[in-house]
């Protein structure tokens, strides 16, 4: 590991942070700000493709759907993000030191995780989505078609609530 | 022709919603209910061969062989077959339900859809081989599922759904992370990959902390206690017919069954496998049978006693393969019968009686007779009382246990079978029978739609307990001997 890479872990966790400490629109953009440095790191460490992806779909889209529901809802009064707040220090606060600890300690041992070798030469991506995982690829589809479905669901009810209350 | 049962009914989806091809609400309840109908009758009598033959019409010399397509085979063994009727009665009896309990067609339609999803969901989980495609079938059914709960909204809907989803989302994290690292162990995520890196590394440390996450998962997925939390809210939450479909099918497949076909096929039975089944199962067994006899409302508390009955199931898989394998399989299906037709009375109760409280219900059995007498076989079979069903089922498994050596275990599974007892003659006695509850004075029975799947269940509940030596000889000793 680098010390780039060490850098952009520390700067992740400080960003993961913030994200789990601050109001809801502020931890929206937070998660995407952690994103973004989450594709920093793994395109440092040699995966761009996987880099783009977490750039594009979670970064991005995902931010997206977030902001859009989060507009929809009545922002919280300031009694209500005071107290959000304290209960979200008191529920993450023993987390976040203990899996910093944990980090550090299996930092420390020089822990060297042993990754087996994949059988046969490397395939491409195109190889690896059209030729070996096609079946995931039809459940990524179901799955983006369930999603769909329930937001349609959803707001169209929503829709004809609104309707019949005017 | 195994691919059509998750191809099929995403194509039906697509076809429904076509903008110029709008059917009518009823008609896409009524291919719901075809479909699922077709898939236990090919689960039932196809022969062997026929899952892994391309789909075609000869006639017109048409061949569609989608496991070349999709790039992958199926496997298709008599557990899986058993898992495709389960899915296949409960799907159907959760149409017939939404056609009495759903008064608006719009409602029907859009059950019927995420119906058809969902079983699309459960029938990947049954069909894949591979870790992977296994998480990604999971999530299917997992959001089709919370998108089932909200499907009427509301406030105990959407918190329900809330939870669902938290511990759903931990679920799936745990598993994700769990694969992940497994993968590194195996180098691969295909079921026959991980399992020869495990047999090869000796199990590892890290291998060790994978395995435990995954079960961790499963056991959320299964609403085994200590993370049973969503269970109960998320049944009582849902709809009707949803109640119907999640308590008798979508915990059992997500859950239960993959559980099941993960120890069997890739961990195996090592004994820190088998101590945690064990443990977990028989604190499941009591808290569930505990908690359901503090409960007042009708369908909390069959949601508990369904932590209690997946106890069971978990301890027959702890007691090893052959018998304990065996039992669990069987009680697995008598569970998804015999529960799919507790929930279809307690729909019937609601819709009728208008609350599920039972204080306030009391003697209805002189106004609904067939929802009054079908619940007593329900609740015998449940408390494993000779001849129905679940006596055999629980009879093989508590024999199973007697052999692997957990007298104790054994014999806490005769004694949680007392408190079955007990908190469902407690719920008979408030709900049924008794002093007519004012408010149920003009009570009615319910409709053909809500008698005909209470009435199919109980004669199958009836059935599998006469012929369970049958049955045994032809499904479960296969089981067995495949696995």
């Known amino acids: 590991m680098t010390y780039a890479t060490e850098v952009l872990i520390g700067l992740l966790v400080l960003v993961a942070l913030w994200t789990v400490q601050t109001t809801i629109l502020r931890a929206a953009i937070g998660l995407a700000a952690t994103s973004v440095v989450l594709s920093l790191v793994i395109f440092h460490m040699g995966a761009p493709l996987a880099a783009v992806f977490e750039l594009s779909v979670c970064a991005g889209l995902i931010t997206v759907v977030f902001v859009s529901t989060i507009s929809m809802t009545r922002p919280p009064t300031e009694a209500e993000t005071k107290k959000e707040k304290t209960i979200l220090a008191r529920r993450f606060h023993p987390a976040i030191i203990v899996s910093a600890l944990a980090g550090v300690a299996l930092w420390a041992s020089g822990y060297v995780l042993e990754v087996a070798a994949p059988a046969g030469p490397p395939a491409s991506v195109r190889d690896v989505l059209w030729n070996v995982r096609r079946l995931d690829l039809l459940g990524q589809i179901i799955i983006v078609f369930v999603g769909v479905f329930g937001v349609v669901i959803l707001f169209k009810e929503q829709r004809g609530q609104k309707e019949v209350g005017r | 022709m195994a691919a059509l049962l998750v191809v099929l009914p995403l194509l039906a989806v697509v076809f429904l919603n076509l903008p110029h091809v709008r059917l009518g609400n009823r008609l896409a309840l009524l291919f719901a209910a075809l479909f699922c109908a077709a898939e236990g009758v090919a689960a039932l009598a196809a022969p062997e061969g026929f899952w892994n033959r391309a789909a075609s019409l000869a006639d017109i010399g ?143 440390k890290l291998e060790l902390v994978a395995l435990a996450m995954f079960l961790v998962g499963l056991a959320i997925k299964a609403g085994l206690v200590p993370f049973h939390g969503w269970l109960p809210d998320a049944y009582s939450a849902a709809p009707a017919p949803v109640s119907v479909l999640l308590a008798g099918i979508v915990t059992k497949t997500t859950g239960v069954y993959t559980l ?224």
């Open chain 2, 62 to 204: 048409l061949t569609l062989d989608l496991t070349r397509l999709l790039g992958t085979t199926f496997l298709v063994d008599a557990l899986a077959r058993v898992m495709f009727l389960s899915i296949a009665v409960v799907g159907l009896c959760a149409a017939l339900v939404a056609r009495y309990a759903y008064v608006d067609e719009e409602q029907e339609f859009r059950f019927a859809n995420l119906l058809l999803l969902v079983t699309a969901g459960m029938n990947g989980v049954v069909l894949v081989h591979d870790l992977f495609a296994l998480y990604v079938f999971l999530e299917i059914t997992a959001v089709a599922s919370l998108v089932l709960i909200v499907i009427e909204r509301g406030k105990s809907a959407f918190e329900g759904a809330f939870k669902y989803m938290v511990m759903g989302a931990v679920a799936t994290s745990l598993l994700l992370t769990a694969l992940a690292l497994l993968f590194i162990g195996a180098g691969g995520t295909s079921f026959e990959e991980v399992a020869a890196g495990l047999r090869a590394s000796g199990t590892s």
């Open chain 2, 260 to 483: 099941i076909r993960l120890v069997d096929a890739v961990f195996g039975y090592g004994e820190p496998i088998r101590r945690a089944l064990l443990v977990v199962g028989a604190v499941s067994v009591v808290i569930g049978a505990v908690s359901a006899l503090a409960q007042r409302d009708l369908k909390r508390m069959l949601a508990y006693s369904s932590i209690s009955q997946v106890g069971y199931i978990v301890l027959g898989l702890a007691a090893g393969p052959g018998l304990g394998l065996a039992g669990a399989v069987f009680h697995l299906f008598n569970h998804s019968v015999f529960k799919t037709l507790l929930f279809v009375n307690s729909a019937a109760v609601e819709r009728q009686a208008g609350t599920r409280d039972m204080d306030e219900l009391g003697g209805i059995s002189s106004r609904m007779p067939v929802t009054g007498t079908t619940s007593v076989i329900a609740l015998l079979s449940t408390a494993g009382i000779p001849p129905f069903s679940g006596f055999w089922s629980k009879l093989l498994i508590i024999i199973a246990l007697w052999q692997a050596g957990h007298p104790g275990f054994a014999a806490l599974g005769v004694a949680a079978s007392v408190l079955t007892l007990a908190y469902f003659l407690s719920m008979q006695r408030r709900v049924f029978f008794g002093k007519l509850a004012e408010r149920c004075s003009r009570l009615e029975e319910a409709d053909a739609w809500g008698l005909a799947p209470a009435l199919a269940l109980a004669a199958v509940t009836v059935a599998l307990g006469v012929a369970a030596p049958w049955l045994f000889q032809t499904f479960l000793l296969p089981v067995r001997s495949i696995l």
